[in-house]
């Protein structure tokens, strides 16, 4: 569920750094970055570097990612209809 929850608020909220998926979370940075390498073995999301600081890394989604936060979020809004 949680990362699930990930993959919703990068969608939302583009490039991450595993510092603002922590905080809204409400996560130890540790954990973020256990999540988001979890996340990487499963190909939906990739890390890359910051443009303004190339120490840094964002967190994105990949087209994998994207596919699964749309259908999670399809089902949901189907869930409700209902």
């Keep these: 569920m949680q990362q699930a929850y990930a993959l919703t608020f990068i969608h939302y909220n583009g490039p991450s750094k ?9 996560v130890s940075a540790p954990a973020a970055s256990q999540m988001a390498d979890r996340l990487e073995k499963l190909d939906l999301v990739r890390r890359i570097p910051a443009p303004e600081d190339r120490r840094v ?26």
């Design 18 to 26: 595993i510092s603002e998926i922590c905080e809204h979370m409400m």
């Design 57 to 82: 890394r964002h967190v994105v989604l990949t087209g994998q990612g994207e596919n699964f936060v749309n259908q999670s979020v399809d089902a949901r809004q189907s869930w409700v209809e209902e």
